[in-house]
């Protein structure tokens, strides 16, 4: 297998798991898909980012009302453009289990019975793909932020600082792929999103809300 970042699944995850929790998540978000299921969740996520417009003053707006918490604006900006309530601080809990390697707390667990009330009620993929969407959005983006302010020059416009950490110091280095039986670690450092049918499909939307963010905090 010459490039696993593309050509290897992700790591199966279970299927048979209570509706509505963490592990429900995993097992019905694109992020942790079979194949078979991958391009029908990930064309969920797709439906719920078309209509969202002007992140970035969204995001700057917000930014400024919200500065002494700034690393909630990411997820209270989306979750506003999917209809939602702020839920950045129940996405926030959830992210911190989401991945499966992690341990799920019980605060995860009443955070997600919460979320899904707020999605609805509904148990099913398109609340899944919501509140993923929201997850992936939450760690990913507050640490690009953390590092484009660290890393910040003077005069520097805000697009060519997050072209500049992205390629230099990304906020997520590595992810994990199933090959041969076996869990693996890819490296992203030349594809900060991804790439292939895994690449991220709210790139678009998170450097848009992470530039008006900044705009806000370095004007």
Request: with cysteine; hydrophobic share 45%; glycine share 8%.
């Amino acid at each position: 297998m010459e490039n696993p970042l593309i050509e290897a699944p992700v790591p199966p995850v279970p299927q048979e798991v209570e509706p509505g929790g963490v592990r429900w998540l995993r097992a019905n978000v694109a992020r942790f898909s079979r194949p078979e299921d991958h391009a029908r969740r990930r064309a969920l996520v797709l439906t719920e980012l078309a209509p969202m417009g002007s992140l970035r003053d969204k995001a700057f707006a917000l930014a400024k009302v919200m500065r002494d918490e700034v690393e909630r604006v990411p997820v209270a900006v989306l979750a506003a453009e999917l209809g939602l309530p702020d839920v950045s601080r129940d996405i926030a809990t959830v992210s911190g289990a989401y991945h499966p390697h992690t341990e799920i707390g019980d605060d995860a667990e009443e955070a997600m019975r919460r979320l899904v009330e707020a999605c609805g009620g509904a148990v099913d993929e398109r609340t899944a793909a919501r509140i993923g969407l929201l997850v992936q959005a939450c760690d990913a983006t507050a640490k690009l932020l953390g590092k484009a302010l660290a890393a910040h020059r003077p005069g520097e416009d805000v697009e060519s600082l997050l072209d500049r950490v992205l390629r230099d110091d990304p906020p997520v280095r590595i992810t994990r792929r199933w090959v041969g039986g076996e869990v693996v670690e890819v490296d992203l450092s030349e594809h900060p999103f991804g790439a292939g049918p895994k690449h991220c499909p709210g790139e678009a939307s998170a450097r848009q809300v992470a530039a008006g963010i900044l705009d806000a905090l370095l004007c």
